[in-house]
């Protein structure tokens, strides 16, 4: 949220305030201006609106507050925890490896890794049943594998719901994301990536309207 001591956001509405020549008469598209830029009207913008403007903060206010279309509140984000592709495909072989040699920390991991790597593009997906298949393969005897790895039986059983489904997973990259948001006039706000395993293939993205 802005506030006083925030320059940037500050100096912004200084610019804004500014372009519109600083007149009272200016005073609609001012705050829209402000509210195009900073995607709310806060009471501290209109704090500065008024000292910039030189008018009494209520008459700021009761502008902002009387017009829907300047309504101070911040317009929604929406927020998508994805499961996104990072770097060149790989094959299911190199997953095989890395499980079998203990270099996949989680089942949750491994799984990802699967899926990822039976990825042909989002159009065509990953089908579950397939995935099953996969880990057949690689894990034909799972009590034998649960013991090598330390992981427990039960969740290694899990992967059973993989069995016949037809469920099908897409993973679209972060760039393939935006095209569908700005087709709902949406602009990407931040992309948060954990620090855990596989991280950068599980970011959080927001996205603003524009």
Do not use: N
Not at 10 to 18: G, L, M, Q, T, Y
Not at 57 to 67: D, K, L, Q, R
Request: hydrophobic share 45%.
């Amino acid at each position: 949220m802005l506030t006083i001591t925030d320059s940037p956001a500050r100096d912004e509405i200084v610019a804004i305030v500014e372009r519109h020549g600083g007149e009272r008469t200016s005073l609609i598209p001012i705050l829209q201006d402000v509210k195009t830029a900073q995607h709310e009207i806060t009471d501290e913008a209109m704090q500065i609106v008024a000292d910039l403007v030189g008018v009494h903060p209520v008459e700021v206010f009761s502008v902002a507050t009387f017009y829907a279309f300047l309504h101070g509140a911040p317009e929604g984000r929406f927020v998508v925890r994805a499961l996104v592709p990072h770097g060149t495909r790989e094959d299911v072989s190199g997953v095989s490896r890395d499980l079998l040699a203990g270099r996949i920390g989680s089942l949750h991991a491994f799984k990802v890794r699967l899926l990822m790597a039976l990825h042909p593009s989002p159009e065509q997906g990953t089908r579950l049943a397939d995935a099953w298949d996969a880990w057949q393969a690689v894990a034909p005897d799972p009590r034998a594998l649960a013991t090598e790895l330390g992981w427990k039986l039960e969740a290694l059983a899990t992967i059973a719901v993989y069995r016949d489904s037809p469920v099908v997973y897409a993973f679209p990259t972060v760039e393939e994301l935006d095209v569908i948001a700005r087709r709902a006039h949406l602009a990407r706000d931040a992309v948060q990536v954990p620090r855990y395993e596989l991280g950068d293939r599980c970011p959080t993205i927001t996205w603003r309207k524009r």
